[in-house]
């Protein structure tokens, strides 16, 4: 079974409800301030998660103030390297990531990755959804999957950078119906704005992403969901891909990382910021309203998860082509 839980990026960034201090555990403020850096453009799913961690932070007193700097491309293997650069040592800096990037720097060989940077906590995880516009002849997930196997060069699908979990889905689709990855016609965009785009103008067939990232689409009735990669469904009415007889389970996991050069008491309480984060039930009540799925590992049990992962993305890259 092509069962990959190389649980990454990809949801709105949308505007959080506000919680009143009273309905929040109230702790002894840990940084006077912070500086969350995104690899990558405001509204996405990295940025999405930056921002709650701000919310629930500052309304639990925790952080005086947050400091947000986006640098996007290439799956973030753009801003990467600026932030091991600059943040060196830094123990009031983290930086938001996930499988996207584990992928990203494997498919570009960047010489600058997460293993230059310090695993801190994973925080979340969410399955991929395959969407197509609402007005398109493509009914059925089974449609969409005829038209890769018979003709995948002109099946265009809009997803996230190449190499991340949005192309592996696609590649291990086109493997499910006897093609290569190497046929994909896959178009990489660096954030959800553009893709949600190309996709509502019916500049490609089909789109790849996190399931909170087309959600609201969905719900208005402008992009059509056909199937999801989780274990169980994510959405009432959208089946997974296991339903569908595609036996492929993926999700995306989304996670913090410190900078290189820490010393030891700067990690331990960045860790302990980001466990405590966890616990708060502002926290949990956040993870329902965003339909964003709990995945918390912290320090060296999210270290020893990570270098699982890049073993397993770089297998499945291989097998699927990618690389």
């Known amino acids: 079974m092509l069962r990959r839980h190389l649980l990454s990026a990809a949801v709105a960034g949308a505007a959080l409800p506000l919680l009143g201090r009273s309905a929040l555990a109230q702790q002894q403020q840990r940084f006077a301030s912070m500086h969350a850096f995104i ?16 919310q629930i932070a500052r309304q639990a007193g925790m952080v005086g103030s947050f400091q947000f700097e986006n640098v996007g491309g290439a799956g973030g293997t753009v801003g990467l390297p600026r932030f091991v650069g600059q943040r060196r040592g830094d123990g009031n800096s983290f930086m938001v990531g996930g499988a996207v990037m584990v992928g990203a720097v494997l498919a570009n060989k960047t010489p600058i990755g997460l293993k230059d940077v310090t695993p801190l906590a994973r925080m979340t995880t969410e399955p991929g959804i395959i969407v197509v516009p609402a007005s398109s002849d493509l009914k059925t997930l089974e449609d969409f999957l005829a ?22 889905l696609l590649g291990l689709l086109l493997k499910s119906q006897g093609r290569s990855a190497k046929d994909a016609s896959y178009v990489a965009f660096a954030g959800g704005g553009p893709a949600q785009a190309a996709i509502l103008g019916a500049q490609v067939k089909a789109g790849i992403s996190g399931v909170s990232e087309f959600a609201e689409q969905i719900k208005a009735g402008r992009m059509r969901a056909l199937a999801t990669s989780g274990d169980q469904r994510s959405l009432p009415d959208v089946p ?31 860790v302990q910021f980001f466990t405590d984060l966890h616990n708060l039930p502002a926290w949990k009540e956040l993870l329902d309203r965003q339909g964003w799925e709990d995945a918390f590992l912290a320090g ?19 097998e699927v082509g990618l690389i």
């Open 39 to 54: 690899p990558a453009g405001p509204g996405g799913g990295w940025d999405g998660l930056g921002r709650a961690i701000e």
């Open 240 to 270: 997974t891909l296991k339903e569908k007889g595609v036996d492929i389970v993926l999700g995306n996991w989304r996670g913090v990382f410190g900078p290189p050069g820490l010393k030891a008491d700067e990690k331990t309480k960045l």
């Open 300 to 318: 060296d049990a999210f270290e020893a998860f990570l270098k699982q992962d890049e073993k397993a993305t770089a297998e499945v890259l291989k």
């Open 147 to 168: 038209a890769l196997k018979s003709n995948p060069g002109a099946t265009s699908v809009a997803g996230g950078s190449a190499g991340g979990v949005d192309h592996i």
